[in-house]
């Protein structure tokens, strides 16, 4: 390793606290100690990585209010330092820590409201691409149908609750209280980033969550059907929900314009 690049490396360690040997390397100056100056350093960085977190996760803070969130960060910083040049990418595994630490673990709908959170930003930053229109379809054969293949837009996420995550993010971003947190039974939500560029987010029945996850597969459109009619228990009715899906999904931007073979 070069010389520079062991500065470099050094530098990186003492900010995340794991080098308090690295004040050897500062300039002496008058007024602050070469080791304050690094504490200095060391309190700015853990500050901005905070503000990333209060950021990215603004309703997941007001959920857990200010000593929960400033435990949630600190518990993080330690388990996961950031390791990469982006800051976006910094609280992905955000969900997981929610997931597996205590006391968090113990409330499903915090690592829930994360991941929610985090398909939001996915989305908003999904490239773009020509989306799918009515048009595209007119010219396919009826034989070719079930041969032919959807592929969803890079903006288009799917997520299942077990808790109100999404119902409580909706009613704190409107300044209302969150509901209970729990959940007579699981549901289905779709992010997705909108023609206009707006994000958002749709609740989707059992039968359009298995033939949306069918073609996230990549499989045929005969196989989407199928899952409808595994669903519905009705070939006909499955046809049925599979031809709304695809007229909200063409409506609203979910398909690629490409992605038909």
């Given at each position: 390793m070069s010389t520079l690049k062991r500065l470099q490396h050094d530098f990186v360690a003492m900010l995340q606290g794991k080098n308090a040997d690295f004040a050897q390397?500062?300039?002496?100056?008058?007024?602050?100690?070469?080791?304050?100056?690094?504490?200095?350093?060391?309190?700015?960085?853990q500050i901005r990585l905070k503000k990333v977190l209060?950021?990215?996760?603004?309703?997941?803070?007001?959920?857990?209010?200010?000593?929960?969130f400033d435990s949630m960060v600190d518990t993080y910083l330690s388990a996961y330092p950031s390791k990469s040049a982006s800051l976006r990418e910094f609280g992905e595994r955000l969900p997981q820590l929610l997931r597996e630490q205590p006391?968090?673990?113990?409330?499903?709908?915090?690592?829930?409201m994360a991941q929610f959170e985090r398909l939001l930003l996915h989305a908003f930053d999904a490239a773009d691409g020509p989306?799918?229109?009515?048009?595209?379809?007119?010219?396919i054969e009826q034989a070719s149908w079930p041969n032919i293949i959807l592929k969803l837009h890079d903006s288009v996420h799917l997520l299942t609750c077990q808790f109100s995550a999404v119902e409580s993010w909706q009613a704190l971003k409107n300044d209302s209280s969150p509901p209970p947190p729990e959940l007579h039974?699981?549901?289905?939500?779709?992010?997705?980033?909108?023609?206009?560029?707006?994000?958002?987010?749709?609740?989707?029945?059992?039968?359009?969550?298995?033939?949306?996850?069918?073609?996230?597969?990549?499989?045929?459109?005969?196989?989407?059907?199928?899952?409808?009619?595994?669903?519905?228990?009705?070939?006909?009715?499955?046809?049925i929900e599979v031809m709304?899906?695809?007229?909200?999904?063409?409506?609203?931007?979910?398909?690629?314009?490409?992605s038909v073979a």
């Amino acid at each position: 390793m070069s010389t520079l690049k062991r500065l470099q490396h050094d530098f990186v360690a003492m900010l995340q606290g794991k080098n308090a040997d690295f004040a050897q390397h500062i300039a002496q100056q008058k007024g602050l100690s070469c080791e304050q100056r690094s504490e200095i350093y060391q309190n700015a960085y853990q500050i901005r990585l905070k503000k990333v977190l209060e950021q990215d996760h603004e309703m997941l803070g007001l959920y857990l209010g200010d000593e929960l969130f400033d435990s949630m960060v600190d518990t993080y910083l330690s388990a996961y330092p950031s390791k990469s040049a982006s800051l976006r990418e910094f609280g992905e595994r955000l969900p997981q820590l929610l997931r597996e630490q205590p006391p968090f673990k113990e409330h499903g709908i915090l690592s829930e409201m994360a991941q929610f959170e985090r398909l939001l930003l996915h989305a908003f930053d999904a490239a773009d691409g020509p989306v799918l229109e009515l048009t595209d379809l007119q010219s396919i054969e009826q034989a070719s149908w079930p041969n032919i293949i959807l592929k969803l837009h890079d903006s288009v996420h799917l997520l299942t609750c077990q808790f109100s995550a999404v119902e409580s993010w909706q009613a704190l971003k409107n300044d209302s209280s969150p509901p209970p947190p729990e959940l007579h039974t699981h549901r289905h939500w779709l992010i997705a980033r909108a023609p206009d560029k707006r994000t958002g987010f749709y609740p989707i029945s059992e039968c359009h969550f298995q033939c949306l996850t069918s073609i996230k597969q990549g499989l045929p459109f005969g196989f989407v059907c199928e899952a409808a009619a595994g669903v519905t228990g009705d070939q006909q009715q499955g046809t049925i929900e599979v031809m709304q899906l695809l007229q909200q999904g063409i409506e609203l931007g979910w398909f690629l314009k490409t992605s038909v073979a």
